[in-house]
């Protein structure tokens, strides 16, 4: 039993190791590139009609040229008001394009979210393509803090970190998990291993994705962002991620349990496209459910508090770091109960990967 204990122990924290190198390895981009490079900002928008004059809003208030800035709104075959506010945001300031999406247009891999970006894209002129949704807002320096690490002619892409706009405990819960979710992913890729991204906060360098052919080629997926920065990284490209307070987006949080449910399993299926990289972190998080478990069944107050710390603790100093590089001093208190509760939530992630449709946007996949 002892033996179990101590191997489950040291499995989940080489995990952390593992993240945590990775993510001091990242560092922070402070850099600034000059206003040169000509940049198509692509937002798909369905049904976004109480979204998107926020969204418009903080876009106006970026700190960039306008003679190099074009934003491509795509109205993805909404039922609702949104292609007459983005044809009016496009008749009052002409950095604004709108394109209108039709059901001919989503077909094959370019169904759902992807078909919608590349329509946006297919219109872009840019030399650069920065991505975030109609339910989300940026800040001013964005655009600049997205295009610094494109310096090294290298990266052909950047991600960045999203949180959540926050007023309830249901809020507060799911930005930890976005930023738990981000320390992550910024740390796996850091050490050459590509887990994920947000596509609503993305940069691609243009020629290097006409040079992989797009969405219509990459294969379609659920988690269209993940697809993209696999296959980017597939073809040999470097792909940087940023986790700077000028160049994170805030998006809305999912107000019913529901919503939140769809969302995670979305997630979890478009996370099945990791193999063994999945493999890997299924069998870490087991091997913590079994010592945690076990620690409790045999009474052990001495293990179940190890597996308890390397949660709160453990876990905790990723999101720490993160939310110490975005200044987010508020999160502090938050991280360690957070954690826990999402801890009890994961063992809804094996029903919710059972269920392979998927629902997004009034869409079925």
């Given at each position: 039993m002892?033996?179990?204990?101590t191997?489950?122990?040291?499995l989940y924290s080489?995990?952390?190791l593992?993240f945590?190198?990775?993510q001091l390895?990242a ?6 590139r000059g ?8 937002i798909?928008?369905?049904n ?10 903080s876009l106006?208030e ?6 190099l ?7 993805d075959?909404?039922?609702?008001n949104?292609?007459q506010?983005?044809?009016?945001a496009a008749a009052?300031?002409?950095?604004i394009r709108?394109?209108h999406?039709?059901?001919a247009?989503?077909?094959d891999?370019?169904?759902g ?18 991505f975030t949704d ?6 001013p ?5 997205m295009?610094?690490?494109f310096?090294d002619?290298?990266?052909?892409m950047?991600?960045g970190?999203?949180t959540?706009e ?6 507060i819960?799911?930005?930890?998990e976005w ?12 050490n050459?291993?590509p887990i ?6 993305m940069?691609?360098?243009?020629d290097?994705f006409?040079?992989?052919?797009g ?5 379609f ?6 697809a ?5 990284v ?8 940023i986790c ?7 998006t809305?949080?999912?107000t019913t349990?529901s ?5 995670k399993q ?10 063994w990289?999945?493999?890997i972190?299924v069998i870490t998080?087991?091997?913590y459910w079994?010592?945690?478990v076990l620690s409790?069944?045999t009474?052990s107050?001495?293990w179940?508090?190890?597996f308890?710390a390397?949660?709160a603790?453990g876990?905790g ?5 993160s939310?110490m590089?975005?200044?987010r001093w508020?999160s502090i208190?938050?991280?360690a109960?957070s954690l826990i ?8 992630l094996?029903?919710l990967?059972l269920?392979?449709?998927?629902q997004w946007k009034g869409?079925t996949?």
């Amino acid at each position: 039993m002892e033996h179990v204990l101590t191997t489950a122990a040291l499995l989940y924290s080489l995990r952390l190791l593992f993240f945590l190198s990775g993510q001091l390895r990242a560092g922070v981009h402070r850099e600034r590139r000059g206003d040169q490079t000509r940049v198509s900002i692509i937002i798909p928008a369905r049904n976004e009609e109480l979204n998107l004059h926020r969204c418009i809003a903080s876009l106006r208030e970026l700190q960039y040229p306008e003679h190099l800035l074009e934003i491509i709104i795509v109205n993805d075959r909404s039922t609702d008001n949104t292609a007459q506010i983005i044809n009016d945001a496009a008749a009052s300031w002409s950095v604004i394009r709108c394109v209108h999406r039709t059901d001919a247009d989503a077909r094959d891999n370019l169904r759902g979210k992807p078909g919608a970006l590349q329509s946006g894209i297919d219109a872009a002129s840019g030399d650069i393509y920065l991505f975030t949704d109609a339910d989300c807002v940026v800040e001013p320096q964005w655009i600049r803090t997205m295009l610094a690490p494109f310096a090294d002619s290298n990266v052909k892409m950047v991600c960045g970190f999203t949180t959540i706009e926050h007023s309830s405990a249901f809020g507060i819960l799911q930005d930890i998990e976005w930023l738990y979710t981000h320390s992550m992913a910024q740390g796996s890729l850091a050490n050459h291993i590509p887990i994920g991204c947000f596509g609503n906060n993305m940069a691609v360098d243009a020629d290097a994705f006409r040079e992989l052919g797009g969405y219509n080629v990459v294969s379609f997926s659920v988690t269209e962002d993940l697809a993209l920065l696999q296959a980017m990284v597939r073809t040999g490209h470097k792909v940087a991620y940023i986790c700077s307070a000028a160049s994170v987006v805030e998006t809305l949080p999912c107000t019913t349990l529901s919503e939140y449910l769809h969302q995670k399993q979305r997630w979890v299926r478009g996370g099945t496209q990791l193999g063994w990289r999945a493999t890997i972190f299924v069998i870490t998080s087991v091997m913590y459910w079994t010592g945690l478990v076990l620690s409790i069944v045999t009474q052990s107050l001495e293990w179940t508090l190890i597996f308890l710390a390397l949660r709160a603790v453990g876990d905790g100093q990723l999101i720490n770091l993160s939310v110490m590089r975005l200044r987010r001093w508020s999160s502090i208190p938050a991280i360690a109960p957070s954690l826990i509760i999402l801890l009890l939530l994961e063992l809804i992630l094996p029903i919710l990967a059972l269920r392979k449709k998927v629902q997004w946007k009034g869409q079925t996949f």
